[in-house]
């Protein structure tokens, strides 16, 4: 932008921010229709973004998002997108936050440059791109923040799904639900070695009753967990091998090399034979004689 058309924006924003701000507060609150942020919330957020917006501007006539003084804004941009992210806000729900600017700030530029078409113009591009820069980078940082967010509950899920069980003193059983992958794998692996050590366990069962199908890379995953036990001093039992499953591993080739059985319970009583348990049947107490002279 050439000196004859600086922008016009820091100067409105000194001289008629309050009226800016007024007035993008009530486009926000319209466009959002429920009560995830307060009003007094959204109006600090607003003022606290045309604050470090006439910081970032002041003393300059070009307006450039790329400049390192509008590194404040986009913190703040972040912070605000993180926190809308967390409460439940859609992307576009996010991004209006600051695309909602655009019309409060170009009804001040129009009436700043009145008939000088080619200045307005050329201004209204410089804060078109500077807005856009801001929605963008806040839509950004809204999807990072979804990931993480979505990395976090897939890693607590997992972590939920392989409850290590104590069956007996020195037997261990680990249910598994749903597929195992390189990342899960870890997980289970590692709870079930602080369990072995934990209970001084010396078996430890791993039931894939609820693992829907076992290809090569659920056996190699398996096989690993079962390595680890072994290395912490602990004989892995697998169960839970239903004939569908046992059909897809002898048509890959699969070989677990490891004792397996069909359930949990058959599982369970060669675990207790090697430790030198077992379980018999008893004759059920009778019951209790009733006095009838009682009371």
Known sequence: ???????????????????????????L???????RISEVERARQASGFLQRLSDALRGSTVVESDSPAFEPLYDMLVDISRSRA?????????????????????????RAWGNDAEGLGADLWAVTLLIDALGLRMMEAWQKTREEVIVRQQQEIAE?????????????????????????????????????????ADIAIIDITGVPTVDTLVAQHLLKTVAAARLMGADCIISGIRPQIAQTMVHLGVELNVISKANLSDAFALALRRIGRSVVRTKPAAPAAVDSHAG
């Open 86 to 110: 967390v409460q439940g806000f859609s992307p576009t729900e996010s991004a209006l936050f600051v695309f909602s600017l655009k019309q409060p700030l170009f009804r001040f530029l129009a």
């Open 29 to 35: 609150r319209d466009g959002v229709a429920d009560d």
């Open 160 to 200: 939920l799904s392989t409850p290590v069980v104590k069956l007996w003193q020195g037997i261990l059983a680990l249910p598994l639900i749903g597929t195992l992958d390189s990342s899960r794998t870890q997980v289970v692996m590692e709870n079930l070695l602080e369990s072995i050590v934990q209970h001084e």
């Open 1 to 27: 932008m050439s000196p004859a058309s600086a922008s016009r924006l820091p100067s409105i924003l000194d001289a008629h921010g309050d009226e800016i701000l007024a007035e993008w507060v009530e486009r």
